[in-house]
T-cell receptor
Framework: NAGVMQNPRHLVRRRGQEARLRCSPM?????VYWYRQLPEEGLKFMVY????????ESGMPKERFSAEFPKEGPSILRIQQVVRGDSAAYFC????????????FGEGSWLTVV | GESVGLHLPTLSVQEGDNSIINCAYS??????FIWYKQESGKGPQFIID?????DKRQGQRVTVLLNKTVKHLSLQIAATQPGDSAVYFC???????????FGKGTMLLVSP
């Protein structure tokens, strides 16, 4: 987990509000991944980004969810108009490239929708 | 170590025992496999990986075995310690593709 920084670690939002989760990859890594984990389940892929590009968003819900990884600054996962079902742990991971290099995870952001 | 409904399969061992955690992967095209350890409230921590051109790989106190014929992966932990208590996930990947596909996890409980 060393080096992948996520914030906030815990976030509480009321239904209908927006949630923004931030991720800074490990130094030297330009590939960022977001995963979601529901209680007692494995991680589910959401989106894969490189700087300024979304490479694969096949796991991302079509509505309310968006992700970006700007040229400068952290990657952002944005959830608009949150619902209770969005409550989960959201993990960011990074790698040096996409060719089978080890993917390292951050400590996660726990979103609770009340 | 397969998931049953919403409850994680659990392996309970005594400190000092050897532990074996199993995983059946789904895609015969997968050629890279990783074991992660996840403690409560934390992110997955890389333990060991193996590529499909190998059957076995050893690390410090851990060994991963890969049986491609039956699409089975196992993690062996020698001399299990209370600090090894966590949920263990296997993950599979196809080279050139970005995503990891995770199994549902096995909870390892180590009693002192």
């Amino acid at each position: 987990n060393a080096g992948v920084m996520q914030n906030p670690r815990h976030l509480v939002r009321r239904r209908g509000q927006e949630a923004r989760l931030r991720c800074s990859p490990m130094k030297g890594h330009s590939h960022v991944y977001w995963y979601r984990q529901l209680p007692e389940e494995g991680l589910k892929f959401m989106v894969y980004l490189q700087k300024e590009n979304i490479i694969d968003e096949s796991g991302m819900p079509k509505e309310r969810f968006s992700a970006e990884f700007p040229k400068e600054g952290p990657s952002i996962l944005r959830i608009q108009q949150v619902v209770r079902g969005d409550s989960a742990a959201y993990f960011c991971a990074s790698s040096y490239n996409s060719q089978g290099n080890t993917i390292y995870f951050g400590e996660g952001s726990w979103l609770t929708v009340v | 170590g397969e998931s049953v409904g919403l409850h994680l399969p659990t392996l309970s061992v005594q400190e000092g025992d050897n532990s074996i955690i199993n995983c059946a992967y789904s895609n015969s095209a997968s050629d890279y496999f990783i074991w992660y350890k996840q403690e409560s409230g934390k992110g997955p921590q890389f333990i060991i990986d193996i590529r499909s051109n190998m059957d076995k790989r050893q690390g410090q106190r851990v060994t991963v075995l890969l049986n491609k014929t039956v699409k089975h992966l196992s993690l062996q932990i020698a001399a299990t310690q209370p600090g090894d208590s966590a949920v263990y996930f296997c993950a599979e990947n196809i080279s050139g593709y970005s995503t990891l596909t995770f199994g549902k996890g096995t909870m390892l409980l180590v009693s002192p």
